[in-house]
């Protein structure tokens, strides 16, 4: 299972770039908006185009950008512009999982533009979806947990319903490094966590303290390297 990050902030994403780990982005408002409060100068698409410019030395790298609108021929016009952003084909336009949203994302695969269908919570959203030709679905785990559902049972669901089509499955709304093994361990093809989640998953008590032991072995002996 490939893993992405689920932010827009330039550090993060800069930090995580460093550690090897991740082929991917994803971003929707809420996640902008948040980055762009700290940020005057720039607008929605130059935050996007910014974040392209970081993932750029990754092959293959991607960039989820969301529309805004909720309605159809506004978020076509939205996806194209996104979509423009790269010469490489390196935009994911994310459309919400609407009757709307899913004439755009049947208008924008016809054109060659990639689409995440995001905000998915059952696998009939995710079949109809993958028969609008959406390169990605992306269920919400944490927030179908929120309500008392079980967002690992549901996107093992929707992995088991994709088998037949080229649709990915992209676990997002991901809160914990447990959730992200049993992304895996459901099938997921890609993962996208927030930072602080991808940190966690590196540590481990026991990392910690047999580093503490190694050093303080090899410190008393006096020895020099
Ligand atoms: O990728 C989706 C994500 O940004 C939503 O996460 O934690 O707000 O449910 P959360």
Known sequence: MKLFID??????????LEL??????????????????????????????????????????????EVISSESDEMIKEGIALAALSSSSRVVIKL???TAGLRACSILTGRGISVTMTLVFSAAQALLAANAGARYVAPFIGRMDDIGGSGIEALAEIVEVMKPFDTKVLAASVRSPLHVVQAAKAGADIATLPYKVLTQMASHPLTAAGLNRFSRDWNGTGGTK
């Open 96 to 98: 919400p999982m609407t």
């Open 7 to 16: 932010t827009a902030n330039f550090n993060e994403i800069t930090s995580a």
């Open 20 to 65: 090897g780990v991740i082929t991917g982005v994803t971003t929707n408002p809420s996640i902008i908006s948040r980055d762009l409060a700290d940020r005057d100068a720039d607008s929605y698409y130059s935050h996007i185009s910014r974040i392209l410019t970081l993932m750029a030395p990754v092959p293959d790298s991607l960039v989820n950008a």
